[in-house]
């Protein structure tokens, strides 16, 4: 409230033009990603590689993304597109079915996260596979290629990276390391029968300790120092 002290002399109405602008909140002028965002001629993208031990081919899974206000503080990336390509024609039609759904649900815009669960719980009546290189069981191909999708969405930050306790990370080292040897050890052992002059089913002597041991006359013999079960 403000209070007069002196005689009003005379008054005056103040134009639109003099009065102070209204202030008006600022427009948000980012683009998400919806239905009607048209498709750039050039989208940038990964292709990642997975081979499966029920097909005779790999599949080379493509994944493109589009860049969406480029250049402002609110640019951020999102997956656009989905290709698998592959030699073998056994899974063309599902594949093409597969990728034309998977992309339509990429292009509607928010959130997309839910495919990778669904896929990762597609089962093969034929029973699954261990993945090559990390040991992961597999239901499915369809699940491998949410393993896929999952791997990309956390490059983007529209997953967590999974964190792994760091005792679980030790005991995982420890079985790599364990097979690892084994594996070491099993190649020198086939390399050394490769280069034996005994036969690859020979077994291994008491005696000198070399696998040498075959049935010779229905008698345990061995061909290198000649110990024999029946004297």
């Known amino acids: 409230m403000i209070e007069i002290t002196q005689n009003i002399t005379g008054a005056k109405v103040q134009s639109p033009e003099e009065q102070p602008a209204a202030q008006t909140p600022p427009v948000d002028e980012s683009v998400n990603l919806n239905e009607k ?80 669960e669904e896929l990762k719980a597609v089962f093969d009546p034929k029973g699954g596979y261990y993945q090559r290189g990390t040991g992961i069981f597999m239901p499915s191909v369809v699940a491998e290629i949410g393993h896929i999708i999952e791997t990309h969405l956390k490059t983007l930050d529209m997953l967590p990276a999974s964190e792994i306790d760091t005792h679980q990370q030790a005991y995982i080292e420890q079985k ?54 029946c004297g």
């Open 37 to 116: 965002t048209k498709r750039p001629e050039m989208l940038v993208g990964s292709t990642y590689k997975i081979k499966p031990p029920v097909s005779d081919h790999a599949l080379y899974i493509t994944i493109n993304d589009i860049l969406l206000n480029q250049g402002s503080a609110q640019e951020i990336r999102r997956p656009f597109e989905i290709f698998v390509n592959s030699k073998n024609m056994e899974f063309y039609s599902w594949i093409v079915a597969l990728t034309r759904v998977i992309s339509a649900v990429f292009r509607k815009g928010g959130d997309c996260t839910f495919l990778v």
């Open 176 to 229: 790599k390391a364990q097979q690892k040897q084994a594996a070491a050890e099993q190649a020198k052992a086939d390399s050394s029968n490769e280069n034996s002059v005994f036969p690859s089913t020979a077994s291994s002597c008491n005696k000198c300790h070399q696998k040498a041991v075959v049935l010779l006359d229905g008698c345990a013999t061995c061909l290198n120092c000649g110990d024999s079960k």
